[in-house]
């Protein structure tokens, strides 16, 4: 049982990239996160889905897009990087908060990303 | 939105102290939880805790909802005990987003 996979762990971009994070759970959880972690500060949301097909937009979404095509997959994609957006990116999934008590979010081991 | 404080922001131990860590959070929230970041930067769930205490070995909570906070205690610590320690909270809303504290960070020397 894997949890919540994401990669890559490391990514070094140029101004004015694109790429795509991708993230993945073999929990069946509905719910899907989409964090960032900045030096020195906790985790702040950027965008969330709360099923397949569907996704909002978290405290700091600007300069992000996401998409959850399927279940099991929440992708995070910037298209035109910028220096602001060097971070570590965190992914996590969780089922329903509206079920039964005792439902924490499960994270990724992160991914480093460094915008020049 | 809602404010989550988290004190003291750096602790210092020598092995095999005592310590707690206290969360305080500006509104009623779904769920608190508690996260371990280690020095490789991976979080940890510690416990999943929106009213009264849990344990688990060395270390316990308790989330008082309706004065709003939470404590975290460590107890014999451990160096293995170092890094971050999180508090995130659940706004209301039912949508699972979590509002996250700015950390305390512990270093246990040997």
């Known amino acids: 049982n894997a949890g919540v996979t994401q990669t890559p762990k490391f990514r070094v971009l140029k101004t004015g990239q694109s790429m795509t994070l991708l993230c993945a759970q073999d929990?069946?959880?509905?719910?899907m996160y989409w964090y960032r972690q900045d030096p020195g500060m906790g985790l702040r949301l950027i965008h969330y889905?709360?099923?397949?097909?569907?996704?909002a937009k978290g405290e700091v979404p600007d300069g992000y897009n996401v998409s959850r095509l399927k279940k099991q997959n929440f992708l995070l994609g910037l298209e035109s990087a910028a220096p602001s957006q060097t971070s570590v990116y965190f992914c996590?999934?969780?089922?329903?908060?509206?079920?039964?008590?005792?439902?924490?979010?499960?994270f990724g081991d992160g991914t480093r990303l460094s915008i020049l | 939105g809602i404010q989550v404080e988290q004190s003291p922001p750096d602790l210092i131990l020598q092995e095999g102290a005592n310590s707690t860590l206290r969360c305080n959070f500006s509104?009623?929230?779904?769920?608190l939880q508690w996260f371990h970041q280690n020095p490789w930067g991976q979080l940890i769930n510690l416990f999943y805790?929106?009213?009264g205490t849990k344990q688990n070995g060395r270390l316990s909570a308790t989330t008082v909802a309706t004065e709003r906070y939470s404590l975290l205690y460590i107890s014999s610590s451990q160096t293995t005990d170092s890094g971050v320690y999180f508090c995130?909270?659940?706004?209301?809303?039912?949508?699972?987003?979590?509002?996250f504290g700015q950390g305390t960070t512990l270093q246990v020397k040997p």
């Open positions: 889905s709360v099923g397949e097909g569907t996704t």
């Open positions: 995130a909270v659940e706004a209301p809303g039912n949508t699972g987003k979590l509002i």
């Open positions: 996590a999934s969780s089922r329903d908060p509206r079920g039964p008590s005792n439902q924490p979010q499960h």
């Open positions: 509104d009623s929230v779904n769920n």
């Open positions: 805790i929106p009213s």
């Open positions: 929990m069946n959880h509905e719910y």
